[in-house]
């Protein structure tokens, strides 16, 4: 019997390579996932699968789940490590084990390779022991991977998403942030996903240098950096200060299970459920100032904060999750 293997193609030079040593031996499916980054080529992606010799390239549209299981969480729980910087490939890392197990499942693969390291093998292990897992050495920059999503970006080739702060400086951007249960719901009363929410506001926040990270690795987070500082600030006012004060040690361990590749940790559950419940009373709007790099709340007396109710319009449509296109059918 052919040995089939689930491949994790990102694109570039290193998984084309990868493609092609593996196709010599059995069967490749090809999988990737688009995390919502907003600028993936498909079309070229499936031809670079199909010219490596896939015998299938699946492309699985991951953007919503991303934004409403992960990213949603990681909001919820105001995930910042060392108190300063969102998580990236750590929140789409346990997505893509997921999906790469389903997707060896779904075409009967025995094996699943990729280039995503130790972390990433320990993910699928833990989902399907019975798999074979193959590690590749894949390097460089890819069009579809887990350090490219909705939520932020490394910069690997240069920031992106965020200007310079000086570049807008003296021309702030008031906005506000609707939040009804720890869920963003609206920007500028328009009623937004909450994929709407960070793609929105990270373009306004970006345009002013919020959210530029140049630690170890360079990364850009606008959307995830003013939506975080707008829910703590929504929570320093609505929860009862024991609980905020119990909930910040939960967010911290939050963060470090999810940094440290145990996202299948049996902890982080009974954390969700913590977190998701202390969300019951935040609830109202945050009026932030978006300038010089930081995002602010606007000193207007009476206008900080306020309960809310169903104010906010229904969405236009606007900008919904990139220029991706996704055909309709997922594999070709």
Not at 52 to 63: H, S
Not at 87 to 108: F, G
Not at 301 to 327: D, K, Y
Request: with cysteine; aromatic share 4%.
């Amino acid at each position: 019997m052919t040995r089939r293997v689930v491949l994790a193609f990102p694109g570039g030079h290193g998984s084309s390579a990868a493609l092609e040593l593996l196709a010599g031996q059995g069967e490749v499916v090809a999988f990737a996932a688009d995390f919502g980054a907003g600028d993936a080529d498909l079309c070229a992606l499936r031809r670079q699968a199909t010219a490596g010799g896939a015998v299938e390239t699946v492309v699985a549209d991951v953007r919503e789940d991303f934004a409403n299981s992960y990213c949603l969480l990681a909001l919820q729980a105001n995930a910042l490590m060392l108190d300063r910087h969102p998580l990236v490939e750590a929140l789409a890392r346990p997505l893509l084990a997921s999906q790469l197990v389903a997707t060896a499942r779904d075409r009967n693969a025995s094996a699943v390779a990729h280039g995503g390291g130790e972390t990433l093998s320990s993910m699928i292990a833990a989902l399907a022991p019975d798999l074979e897992i193959v590690e590749l050495g894949v390097r460089g920059e890819q069009e579809l991977s887990t350090s490219r999503t909705l939520w932020g970006r490394a910069a690997t080739s240069g920031y992106r998403w965020t200007e310079d702060a000086v570049v807008n400086l003296g021309m702030p951007d008031e906005v506000v942030v609707t939040f009804e249960q720890g869920v963003p719901v609206a920007v500028d009363g328009e009623t937004v996903s909450v994929a709407e929410a960070v793609q929105r506001l990270g373009h306004r926040a970006g345009a002013h240098g919020i959210g530029r990270f140049d630690l170890a690795d360079r990364y850009d987070a606008p959307g995830a950096a003013v939506l975080i500082a707008a829910h703590q600030e929504l929570e320093s006012v609505t929860l009862d200060r024991d609980l905020a004060r119990f909930k910040r040690g939960v967010d911290r361990r939050w963060a470090e299970l999810v940094h440290d590749g145990l996202w299948f940790s049996p902890l982080r559950e009974p954390l969700d459920a913590f977190v998701r419940r202390a969300q019951e009373r935040v609830s109202g709007e945050v009026r932030l100032v978006l300038h010089a790099g930081s995002a602010t709340v606007a000193d207007l007396p009476g206008r900080r904060l306020r309960p809310v109710g169903r104010r906010h319009r229904r969405t236009t449509g606007q900008t919904p999750l990139g220029n991706t296109q996704h055909p309709s059918t997922q594999a070709s």
